[in-house]
Antibody, heavy 117, light 110 residues
């Protein structure tokens, strides 16, 4: 069974940093494109970042230069390093597996990031 | 403001057919597969169907997806109470080099 388990969400002050993790199991992690998708309270879904199987990365314009996605295939873990956080980054962050051809067919349960003073 | 445009709400009575639209442009819907996600209250989204009408195992065939030009549609036939949820469309955007979403459509079963 595919499982994605996010952790690291917390309350952080504006301007602060946070690192999210996603532990993957039940599939060959290194063979899949992985992404982070977020959802602000009461709002729609927003794609944040993507990392392909070769380690290439893409980030949404709203987080480019502040967020960095990475992966450790030896530990089956996906990361999201978030710097210079603002209140607009407050959201539930989901770890997702999939790509533009197959869609995101596996989602984690999400981890809440709250940016507030 | 979302790149893809969806109606904020849709409704129907049990057994009815409900259709949700998703409008975009040539760089997203016009060039790539559209995926629909269902989000039940308090839960993570779930992949429902694609614009080529591919469904993950376990998704009832009451849910169907289609696309024409720069618009896509999700149809729910034989509406059931458990279909009350938010439905979002998403696609890759070749110009933005990233994924784009609709704002979501809340389906209510009357």
């Amino acid at each position: 069974e595919v499982q994605l388990l996010e952790s690291g969400g917390d309350l952080v002050q504006p301007g602060g940093s946070l690192r999210l993790s996603c532990a993957a199991s039940g599939f060959t992690f290194s063979s899949y494109v992985m992404s982070w998708v977020r959802q602000a309270p009461g709002k729609g879904l927003e794609w944040v970042s993507l990392i392909n199987t070769a380690g290439g990365t893409l980030h949404a314009g709203s987080v480019r230069g502040r967020f960095t996605i990475s992966r450790d295939n030896s530990k089956n873990t996906l990361f999201l390093q978030m710097n210079s956080l603002t209140d607009e980054d407050t959201a539930v962050y989901y770890c997702v597996r999939g790509d533009k051809r197959a869609g995101w067919n596996s989602w984690g349960q999400g981890t809440l990031v709250t940016v507030s003073s | 403001q979302s790149v893809l445009t969806q109606p904020p709400s849709a409704s129907g009575t049990p057994g009815q057919r409900v259709t949700i639209s998703c409008s975009g442009s040539t760089s997203n819907i016009g060039s790539n597969t559209v995926f629909w996600y269902q989000q039940l209250p308090g839960t993570a989204p779930k992949l429902l169907v694609s614009s080529t009408n591919q469904r993950p195992s376990g998704v009832p065939d009451r849910f169907s997806g289609s696309k024409s030009g720069t618009s896509a549609s999700l149809a729910i036939s034989g509406l059931q109470s458990e279909d009350e949820a938010d439905y979002s469309c998403a696609a890759w955007d070749d110009s933005l080099n990233g994924y784009v979403f609709g704002a979501g459509t809340k389906v209510t079963v009357l």
